[in-house]
């Protein structure tokens, strides 16, 4: 019985060393918390009250590291902007240890932002408290919407100023996995012709979180299936809610199918496929529209890993890869299609389903309407943006629609009831997160942080708040750009 406040089980500290390297965080001059996320403390069975004393405090700042606990930087490389890089691993984030929540789900627990690690190069291993405030909204609302992400257990401000562009206050994320393991992991060892390395690391990922590719015939050609089939349906789901994940490299594709390292993402207010947000995507390869290719492109640098696990034969090993990879396309296209479908409340399936959608994006595109706005005011029709209300084009979409609709089944209130469960009515709008920001740098005040937060807890759910939390930008408050704070 492990009776440690923090009942850490490592895992990957059991790997061989040439994994990751040890590494303990640095103490901050005055820690202070910004926020402790009680229901995700409770799901992990910790002791809620407790963990917002100083002893604990100085856990989620890496002054203290718990009992238990085995900090390590882990080791991967990656594509940059579509560029190997053979140097890259945590050079923010120590990873303190792993635990289990109350459905026996392990989780890795990491801080972002405790300062240098032998992968910092150039950085110096620190988090402003910007980028950590806009993680921790955006995985929060990630996961109220039912998007695979990593979640937020706590915030802390350091007290120490790091240096960007000017000074900016400090602060450090704890945030969960169901695995820090990337495509940049499987690529670090096979960069090495390390595949010894490859198979262990695969090995570790299906007993860990591919279970079921374990009794296959070919457990690694099962994995690779399975890896590409979540990120497929995982970049469907960004797709359907108008996220663009803004630095799509293979560092930061988790293997375990969730949405990670949150940078300079951000959501679209007026719907364009072309929209690029963050400040170095300057080609705009991680546009909105590029995210499913870009996916692809992932899985295809993760199969390459695998090709000599996959047969001993490597021209047979990269068939089985190439068969994999091949399934990419359908699978998303068929998870993009059925979620869409949901947004209009479409149960049945017609083969004209998919131009009665894109037809919708290219009007809302023409008319640069809200993303979030139109797909709600579908079954909320106050709430749809003034340009398509009197919009010819729009109008005679929406005919299409009540046509097509005449072959569903439910009843218009069921309906109206299943599309406002998919499509959110409170998203983390560019505008309300810097918002948050700039009173919580600016004047220490984290109010509008915490009550942005429980508005997104429910995002589906009509709520008596102010109107702005609906409400796209006013011009004056669009956010053009975004940073990754690095
Ligand atoms: P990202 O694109 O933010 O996921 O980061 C890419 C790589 O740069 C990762 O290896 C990070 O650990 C590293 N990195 C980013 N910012 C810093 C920093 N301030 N100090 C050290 N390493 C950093
Ligand atoms: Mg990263």
């Not at 590494?23 to 409770?42: C, D, G, M, R, Y």
């Not at 190069?121 to 806009?134: E, Q, S, Y």
Request: aromatic share 10%; hydrophobic share 40%; proline share 6%.
């Amino acid at each position: 019985m492990n009776t440690a406040l923090f009942p850490f089980d490592n895992s990957y500290a059991r790997l061989p060393e040439y994994f990751y390297s040890r590494v303990n965080p640095q103490p901050v001059k005055q820690p202070t918390l910004i926020i402790l996320n009680e229901s995700l403390a409770t799901e992990l069975n910790l002791p809620t009250e407790r963990l917002k004393e100083d002893e604990q405090v100085a856990v989620f700042s890496g002054n203290r590291i718990p009992e238990g606990s085995e900090p390590l930087a882990m080791a991967y490389t990656g594509h940059q902007f579509g560029h190997f890089n053979p140097q890259l691993g945590d050079g923010r984030a120590i990873l303190l240890g792993e635990l289990l929540n109350n459905k026996n789900e392990r989780f890795d627990v990491q801080l972002k932002g405790p300062g240098r690690t032998p992968y910092s190069r150039g950085g110096d291993g620190r988090a402003a408290m910007g980028p950590v405030l806009r993680e921790y909204i955006m995985c929060e609302f990630m996961q109220a919407a039912g998007i695979p992400t990593t979640r937020a257990l706590a915030a802390v401000s350091t007290g120490e100023n790091v240096m960007r562009e000017h000074l900016l206050p400090g602060a450090i994320i704890t945030r969960l996995s169901q695995s820090y393991v990337r495509v940049g992991t499987f690529q670090f060892f096979a960069a090495q012709q390390n595949f010894q390395a490859v198979r262990e690391l695969a090995d570790y990922v299906i007993a860990r979180n591919y279970p079921e590719a374990a009794p296959s015939d070919n457990p690694y050609q099962a994995l690779l299936e399975a890896v590409i089939k979540r990120q497929a349906e995982l970049i469907a789901q960004w797709m359907q809610i108008g996220f663009i994940h803004g630095v799509m490299n293979t560092d930061n594709a988790s293997i375990a199918g969730e949405t990670i390292d949150y940078g300079p993402c951000a959501f679209m207010d007026e719907y364009h496929a072309d929209t690029v947000f963050s400040s170095i995507d300057r080609q705009g390869r991680y546009a909105y529209r590029n995210q499913p290719p870009i996916g692809h492109w992932n899985m295809c640098r993760f199969a390459e890993t695998l090709i000599p696990l996959l047969d001993e034969d490597s021209e047979a090993g990269a068939a089985i890869a190439q068969q994999a990879i091949n399934t990419y396309p359908d699978l998303y296209q068929h998870s993009w299609l059925n979620g869409m479908r949901s947004k209009l409340g479409l149960e049945q399936q017609n083969d004209d389903d998919e131009a009665l959608i894109n037809n919708l994006l290219a009007i809302m595109s023409d008319h640069k309407a809200d993303f979030t706005l139109t797909f709600r005011g579908l079954s909320d029709p106050d709430l749809l943006p003034e340009a398509l209300k009197h919009a010819a084009d729009f109008q005679q979409w929406n005919n299409q629609w009540q046509q097509r609709l005449t072959i569903e089944t439910r009843s218009e209130a069921d309906r109206q009831a299943a599309m406002r469960a998919v499509n959110p009515l409170y998203i983390p709008r560019n505008h309300l997160v810097e918002a948050v920001i700039r009173s919580a740098e600016d004047h220490g005040d984290f109010k509008p942080f915490h009550d942005l937060l429980v508005i997104l807890e429910k995002p589906f759910q009509k709520q008596t708040i102010s109107e702005k939390y609906t409400q796209p930008p006013r011009p004056e408050q669009v956010v053009q750009n975004t940073f990754c704070g690095t």
